[in-house]
Structures are given as structure tokens and as C-alpha cells.
């Protein structure tokens, strides 16, 4: 952390400033400019806030200097961190295809949908059973049941399952029927929940990046869980609000070399949800493994008309099998496993 | 709601999209016109999801007429909505001053302010707990303890209380000790938090605006917890996010006629959040009240170069005082009581 | 304007950094610590890109202290900027009210409003002659003859003129005919316009606030006109882009208060751009005055249904006569003149 | 177009609207429901203004059904352009490699980026010659001498040229001089601009999206172009702006299939411009060629730590010609000859 003084501050006010920082345990290295005097702060500098140092009338600004977070920081962990999810491993050079329907609507539509994907290439369920509605009227989700469908859609094709808790109230439902537990964006700074799931989820995280979230703050809610007791986190890019309207949110690809610079964890890309249009998927979910991602998320339904959630953006199996088919071939020249 | 079909649909097309709109309990009016084919849909629309129309081929667009809330609408609720804090009204010609520390971190500490800001003006003390951080190492509030001293600082000025509460777990607690209940920004679209609290809170909530919510998210969040029981909302508007990052959001004040517009319900300004910086709270809390705003929420504190938290956007009681001067010449102008 | 190097860096990859700063006529202070290097840059560092040393493989950082900005900046000149508009002084304790239509349609109708806008106690007239239209084939302006009928309305009524210049190929025709020269918000880094408006116009400028623009780039846009020759320029604020919707654009009236301390320039508020409704005018531009800028420029049309241009923008002269008798009572307050 | 009217609106207020909508030559089927009603118009829509109608106060909203562009409408010509660029093809399965420097600095820079951007596979060479530059203080290009060196340049690899015009008073020179005529993103909505090179160059343009512009609106200046007279346009996606700071800007690689759905015009991808860095550069290139994009241009520089502009975006000529080799195994896979 560097500190930079007003200009003309007095000597007295530096040291009153440099003491604060010292009374924390840290070590300061001074330079004092004619024009410009500045402080580097040394040592755990994560444990400051650096807005408590700003608030100082003769502190002209307060900058970091490296990451805030330690635990998920590629500095501190070199090699990618390749989660094994029930078998599935994500990261390094293994791709992740998770396909399945927005919401679980019935035993025969999820099992279907789960022998046409697996067939297709996929090696992950998704499926939402607890779904966050922007409105208070529109399907919640079948809940429990929902989670008992997929898990019979496991039994039938062994795909791991993958699907969204919004509270902590059912985390051991999920521990013992989902093998990767979905934190949605809305809930990304959801802090209690993120304790929580750090705490006591047996089962690696997948953490979808806030709508309006920076890479930071983002890569910092990694942080919550993995501080919390949990370190397999898995970040899921599917979108930023921005003002563009036509599309249902800008997916941010630069996402995914940022995220494998400054963390360990593997990123995979939800092309569904960012866009919000079927024909936006293919194009976008080639784009994301050339750009290195460690899987795809996509929305699968064998009937999307009659979804009872994002129909638009769903595709059909057989549309979905020849996506795969191209993305196995961009894979290899990137260097992924598939 | 308004269905534009693809031009040059052909009548069976347009047929079975009809059929499944009536198949909800919808009434349609169809005008094929040479270029154009559209469909008014009548009744209920809030029980609809546009984008599951939109799925279909032969469907162009489809657009909501009318908002999709009702019981926060003020269509259907012509007058104000004045609501009761423990005898503090808010709402109408009501202005509530709500001030006080980001965090409570000393007894000593916050009855100090409260007595100050009560001094001032202030007819409602905030003050933290519970404290959403983006880091896990950054202090995370007292907790119990904090909501213990806000309530002796109540005993001592008579001020009711306003904190923030950021899991359903600790529900009861607030019931007990607060008097308006917070849910944070990062936790307006935390579903299951809303339901829990429109249920079981039997206090009124404050519901802060998210960082990129739409005014229409931001109402829906207030209607959620409207329609589980909790009739009684108080928005606040906080600054969104932008491009800029001179200031730390954006105070988007026209926030105020909009939400006076399109519902019944009270809104106040959060000026401190908004811009992180503590000389920024003076002309934006004045511009507040010139717009009509129904309450300010106002960081104080007793000596911002030692806050645990936001000390920069903090501003001393002194000032706090001079500024609720020029409020109430202002709000006497807009025919506001204080 | 501080280099952070990358931890661990050499003694003479340092120097290789601090050579090339010296060699651009600049002083250095280097700070070696255990964990980090740090150098400070002093001299005219408006002359160097931080991003120019940035490439540098051992440089972690490069950030800029001060602003970029010389004689727009409020540190070499403390005092407010007064601007004359033909008489009429913009900036320090006078309030600028600017009124008008958006577009100049025929000879009556500006008459018609310039009249009803000087008796409800507007000092300047607006009206576009060259309009900037996302369309191509929108009506694109009255050109000349728009000027021609502003010059016979400030026969009549006294009030200078305010008009859009959209390229430098106007420039002598508007110094003989326009008192108050607008560079639009689209154009607000066309930096040939720019320079040639500092070379050449010998009018004072008001310069719009691009749609994405930060409070650093709008600076440096008045700081191309200032160093190109023109001093006098004016800055309005017309709301900036963001993902809502409901409104045309969010008013960032933080802004005021920010240009104030940043620079030494008058900044006034165009409400009616923001919001794109005329119910929105009203309260935004009571807390523009509340807020402390230096005018308002606001849209009225006699018949805003019959606006060629933004007419559900426009206020009827009755409104605005009102709108004016309220915002005279708060300017009192705020220590402005009108 | 259609027309929503407010509920329970009298007929004669209704038919007042129609006829004046009638009146500009367009016609109208309106439908009148218990609780809706709603106007469709009917007629060449791109000339009426919607905002003209909705200033009524017996309008709830009117929505544009279609595009409001016509000449760049894929509506109207579904066959992909393909643009020649002084012998290279643009557009339909031709991928073209656009490579060069930010700013032209010397003849030997030049000549050695092109012939090493040659010899890796690029087939346009870039280059800036004007400037636009945030700060008045930073270097503002070479100018004409710059696009002099381009031309030897030229002669020597027999590469095209592309470069940045900045003004219309420039046109000639850079109808004689350059092969492809570069709209800078700031310069996106300078209509004047937009109709002089629509009317008066002889070369196509490549019309880089503005950095908060729409798709809507980043095509409507194409169609400002191709509607004053050069139909040879290329649309050029560089990022937009967003919340997120560590990136320069956001790309946003969504562009690539709807410019293509919405318009016939090539689109190409600058990735060196969006994100700022030249790491993301190469992920960034091959995700643009996976999702189908016309073109890329990137920055090549023989020393970026010298560049005297946008070093830290660019790639040296190795790094160059080892992702040109990646590019062409992905182009093949998605049908693009290289």
C-alpha cells in the first residue's frame, strides 16, 4: 500500500499518519519529495482498509499496491487448481460441458434432456430447483422435488449434478443430493450465505460472477468461502449489465484470462444467461473455449417454447450435439481435454 | 401485454400462440394487418413471463404495457404511503433524518452521536451490526453486542432505530431491538432473505436500491417483500454504478420522481454511500430535499480519522448541524415538515 | 506521478526505468524497500503517459498523483470563473437560467417562447439551428435560417443566444451570431472541433458532458479548448449513460460539486436531456440549485406535441414560469443571485 | 410502430393522435380493447420521430417494431458485403489481418512492422497518423508526414493502408493516400463527419462502435454513411465501457453475431483497444475468430516499451506471428479462408 501525502504537508502530520499505520503492525518506508511525499506500507496490508488511512485531512490518496485476496491468489498458488467434481475434474487441461434445463419441470423432461446431452458430449446435469425470480409471481421452482428429479436423471446417465442454493436452510439437502453447488449472481455478495457455504458445503462451489461485480470483488467472494473452510471454487462469467439492451447482459470473455492471471481457480462461461438469445450461444460458447475457458454452461431444453423459464436462450439437443462437435475441435487446439 | 408478431406469419401460426396466452386465463384482441400482425393480451399479465412467448418463431416481440407490480403500484393505490417507526412518521409531508455512525464500534462512541445528531435534528439513529464487507478480513460489526449499544443510545435519546440485517437467522433479533429494519443493497435481489422478512419482520424495512438494479427490479424487490405480508417499504436510493470512479457510485436522483411516479411508497437518500466522500454529502442532501426525497440517511460520526469503516464519507456533528439548517429552509420550499 | 516496480526487481532494470523518466526532462526520488521499490516523479507530468512506462516488464504500476489538467484546474487558479455571455455573467454567486426550444422550428414559435421565457425571468436563449440526430433521416435542423430566427428573437427580447456548433466549418458564422457557443455531448472529444473552437471562436463555449464520459476526460476536453486559445468555457452536465432504462440518461449531480473542486470552471445542468420526460425537469432542476450550479438550461416549447424534436421533454412557458418562482426561493438559500 | 394508449382513453383523443399520424403519409390499424388500446402504423416508420407521439398525454409508449436503418439492413440484403479494400476482400469468408503500430513514429518503425506483419500473414497494415488523444499534452501524431510513411511503407510490402481520419478537412489526402479510412469510436456520433465521408471518400470505411454506443446506434451511423453516398462500410468492435477498471474496456464479442443478424456489413475485432493489455490480446483474437468475426486488428509494435502511444497494448512481431498461426487453424474450423 503507498500512501501519497497533500503536497506542502507538514513533517508532524506525516508521522501522525505513519504511527496510525505502525500501531497495526506494519512497516513503513518514507520518502519525503519536495513536491511529493509519499509512504510504502509493508506487510499484511489486507487486514487495512485503506479508505480508514484517505480519511486523514493531509492523505491525498491511498493506493494498493498487489491483491487484496491471499487464499485464491495465483502469487501464492502457481499450478491451476483442478476441482474433481464427483468424479468430473474442472481446471488445467479439462473441459467442463454442463447442460441441462433452466428449471426442472418433470421427471420425464429432465431425464430426457440428460440422455440427450450426455449423448451429446455433456458430462455435467445442470438444473435449477430453487430459482431466484426477479418477480414474486413468476415459478419458484419445484424445490426438494426438483432435486430428487435430477437425482434420478444421475442414476439413469451418471452425470454429477449441478444446481443454485439461495439459502443457507438447505445446504445439507444440497451437500447430500447436489455435487456442485451453484451460488447465483445475484447472491455473489451474499456475504452471510457465503460463510455459510464456506463452512459447511462438502461439495466445490460454483460462484457466478455478480451482475455489475469486478473481477476483484468477484475473485474476493472466492475468497469469503475459501477463508471460510472451502477451497474448490469454480468462477462462472455469464454476463454484465451494461447499457446495451439488445442483448440480456454483455458477456465480459476478458474475463478468463483475467481470472487465470490473478487466481488459481478455474473459470468456465455461461453463454445462456448473457446473452439471452438461443443464436447468441454458438457463437459464444466457440469463442469461450478459444479464449481458454474450463467449461461451458449451457441451457438445454428439448422443447424451449414450452420452458417454464428462459425458453429464449435454450437450445435444442440436436443443436446442442453439433456445438459440441465444433467445440471439440477449437478444444485441441488449445490444448483441452474433452 | 403486447405481442408483435414476425411479418408475413401465417394465420395457424398466430392461431397457436393465441391458444397458448388464453390457455392462461388471458383474454386477446388479434389485428392482422398487411405488414403487421400484433395481439393485445388482457387480464392478469404479472402471472406471464414475456420471454416465453417470445420463444416462439413466428413472434417478433413482445412488450409489457402497464408494470408488472401491483401492490407497490400506485395505480392502484392513489395516495401516499405513510409508514410508522416507532412513532417517527415517514412518508407525505413527513421528512425523517436518519444519522449516525456506518458502524457501531463503543458504547461511548455511538451515544455521543446519537446525542449530537439528536441535538441536530435527527429523528431516527442508524448505525451498523451486521456489516456487509467485501473482504473477509475487513471488520465484520459487533453484531449482538452492536445492536445492544444502539439500544442503549435509544434509551438515552428516545431516537428509534435503524441497522441492517443480513440473514434471516438473526430475524427475531431484530424484531426485538430495531425499529427499521435494513436490507442492504447487495441483498436486494436475495430472494429468499425478502420472502423471510415480507413473512416474519413486524417492523417496517428499509430497502436500499442494488448497485445495477432498474427502478423496476428495485420495486419488484419491494414487492416480494409486500406480497409475504410486510406492507410497510421504505426505499432508498444509495448511487448505482457507473463508469465513473471518481465518485464511489453515482446518486441517481431522479430516482426520487420516478419511485414517487410509479409507486406509493417513501423514499429516501443515502448521500453518503453514494459518494464516498464526506463534502459531498452537503449538496447532495440538499438536492435530495429540493427533489422531494422523504428522509436522508446520513453517516456521522465523532471522529471520522478513527472510523472502522467509511470514515471518509462521514461527516462530524458540527457539520451535520449546519447542514439540517439549510435542509429545513429547503424543505419548507417543497412543503416538507421537519 | 509514482512507478510501483514488481516485487523483487533488480537494482538495474530500476535504472533503466528511472534513466528514461530523466530523460523526458523529469526528477526522480527512489524509495528501495524489502518488498517494494517505489519512485516518485516530479516535474511536469502532464507531458508523460503513465502508460508509456507501464509496458515496462518491471514496472507493476504506474499512478498518477495530481491531475492532468493545468489551466482548467482549480489549484492554479483558486477563484470562480465569471464568465460573460454578452452581458450576462455565468459562474461566482449568478444563476445562468437558459430556456428554449430544442429545436428552432419557425420565426413565430421562437418569438412566441422567448417572450413567455425573459417574462418568467430566463436571462439567455437556447435553440438548436444544427441538430446532432441518431438518424439520418430525422429532421437534422433549420441550419442558418434557425440562427437567423434566434438573432430576430434576441431583437425582440434582449436575451443572448445559446446554439450547437457541430463543425469547425460554422465557426465565423457563429461568432457573428451566437453568444453562448454549445459543443454537444457527442462531440465532447472530436478534438479537432475542439482546437479549432479554442483557435477561433471568440465567443465563450458551453461544453456538454459526454455520454460515458469521466469528470477527468470532460476536464480535459475544456482543458483542449483553454490550451488551444479560449479560456472562457462553461461546462453542463445532461446525464450520463447507464443500464437503466426508464429514463433517457441518469443525472449525475455529483457532478456539480466535483467540478467545483476540481477546476475553477461555472458548470450548469440541462434537465431536460437526463431524464427525457418534462415531469422529471422540475425536481432535478430545484436540486441542481440546491446542489450549487451555476444554471440550468431547460427545454420549453409552447406546444410540446407539436415539437419537431424532444417534445416530451419540453415544459409549457406556465410551467416553467412556476418551475422559476421555486427555484428563486431555494437560490436564496444557496447564496445565489438571480 | 405501434401506439399504446393510456387506459380508458376517449375515442375523439385517440383519433386525434391517429390523425396526426396519418397526416405525415403513414397508415394506421387501431384496435380498441376494454382495457388497451393500441395503434399499429403501418408505412415507412424510419421517418417519424416516436417521441413525437409519445409527448401526448393520452400516450402510454410507443415501440418501434423493426430496425429504424434501411441500407444496412440484412432485412433488405440478405447476402453478406464483401467489401474490397484495394484488392483485399473483406466480409463473407475472407478473414482479414489488419496489423500495425498505434502511431506511425519513424519510416524505420514502419517499414520493419509491416514487412515482420507481413511475413507472419497480416494483409492491411494500420498505422495512426492523426491522433485523437484524451489529453491536449500528449503527442497528437505525425500527421501528414505520418501517412507519407505509411505510403513507403506500402511500397514496400504492397500491404493496404488503414488509418484514422479525424476531420473532414482531410479527406482528400486520405482519398489519395490511405486504402481504408478509419472512424474513430470517439468520433461515432460526429454526423457532420459521418456525411462528408459518406458523401466525398472514394475508399470503404471501417467504423470503429463508440464506447457506450448501441448496437442500434453504432448501425444508424453506418447508415448515416452509406445513406450520403459510400455503401462500402465495416463496422469495427473495440469494447465499451463499463463498471470494470482493470480492463481498459469491456469487449464485447456478442457484436459479432448480431451486427451479422442485423445488418450485411463485415465486422472486425481490435482487441488490442479493449482491453488495454497485451496478454489479452491473443485469447482475445481467437475468441473473436471462433465466434465468426470478418477481421482482426491488432496492434504490432517492434518495441513497446518505446512506443510512443498504447505500448503496453501491443504485440511484438513474434508474439504476432505465433497467434496468426493459431488463428488460421481456428478460422478453418469455422469456415474462413486466411
Chains 1, 2, 3, 4 share one sequence.
Not at 477463508?227 to 476478458?254: K, M
Amino acid at each position: 500500500m503507498i500512501i501519497v501525502f497533500k503536497p506542502k504537508v507538514k513533517e508532524t502530520d506525516v508521522n501522525h499518519v505513519v504511527d496510525q499505520v505502525k500501531q497495526r503492525g506494519l512497516d513503513t518506508h518514507l520518502v519525503i519529495g519536495e513536491e511529493v511525499t509519499i509512504c510504502g506500507v509493508i506487510g499484511d496490508t489486507t487486514r487495512i482498509d485503506p479508505r480508514q488511512i484517505e480519511v486523514s485531512p493531509f492523505v491525498e490518496k491511498v493506493m494498493h499496491v498487489g491483491e487484496p485476496y491471499k487464499l485464491a491468489n495465483r502469487a501464492f498458488h502457481p499450478d491451476d487448481s483442478i476441482i474433481d467434481v464427483s468424479g468430473v475434474k474442472i481446471g488445467g487441461d479439462h473441459l467442463a460441458l454442463i447442460a441441462g434445463p433452466c428449471s426442472v419441470e418433470s421427471k420425464e423432461q429432465v431425464i430426457e434432456i440428460a440422455i440427450a446431452a450426455k449423448a451429446a458430449g455433456a458430462n455435467l446435469l445442470r438444473g435449477g430447483a430453487f430459482k431466484p425470480r426477479t418477480s414474486p409471481y413468476a415459478f419458484q421452482g419445484m424445490g426438494t422435488e426438483g432435486l430428487d428429479i435430477l437425482l434420478e436423471a444421475k442414476k439413469v446417465t451418471g452425470l454429477p449434478i449441478v444446481s443454485e442454493l439461495m439459502s443457507a436452510e438447505y445446504i445439507d439437502e444440497f451437500n447430500e443430493k447436489v455435487d456442485l453447488i451453484q451460488i447465483g449472481a445475484r447472491n455473489m455478495q451474499n456475504f452471510d450465505l457465503l460463510k455459510e457455504v464456506g463452512r459447511r458445503c462438502t461439495k466445490p462451489i460454483l460462484l457466478k460472477r455478480g451482475l455489475a461485480a469486478t473481477f476483484e470483488e468477484w475473485i474476493m467472494s472466492a475468497e469469503y468461502i475459501m477463508a471460510s473452510g472451502n477451497p474448490n471454487v469454480i468462477l462462472c462469467e455469464r454476463g454484465v449489465r451494461t447499457f446495451e439492451t439488445y442483448t440480456r447482459n454483455t458477456l465480459d470473455l476478458q474475463a478468463i484470462p483475467v481470472v487465470k492471471k490473478l487466481t488459481h481457480l478455474p473459470i468456465i462461461i455461461d453463454p445462456s444467461h448473457a446473452g439471452g438469445k438461443w443464436w447468441l450461444v454458438e457463437p459464444m460458447a466457440k469463442a469461450s473455449v478459444a479464449a481458454g475457458c474450463d467449461g461451458l454452461m449451457i441451457e438445454v431444453h428439448n422443447a424451449p417454447e414450452c420452458a417454464m423459464c428462459d425458453g429464449p436462450q435454450s437450445l435444442k439437443p440436436s443443436k446442442y450435439a453439433e456445438l459440441i462437435t465444433q467445440i471439440k475441435e477449437i478444444a485441441k487446439i488449445v490444448g483441452k481435454e474433452v
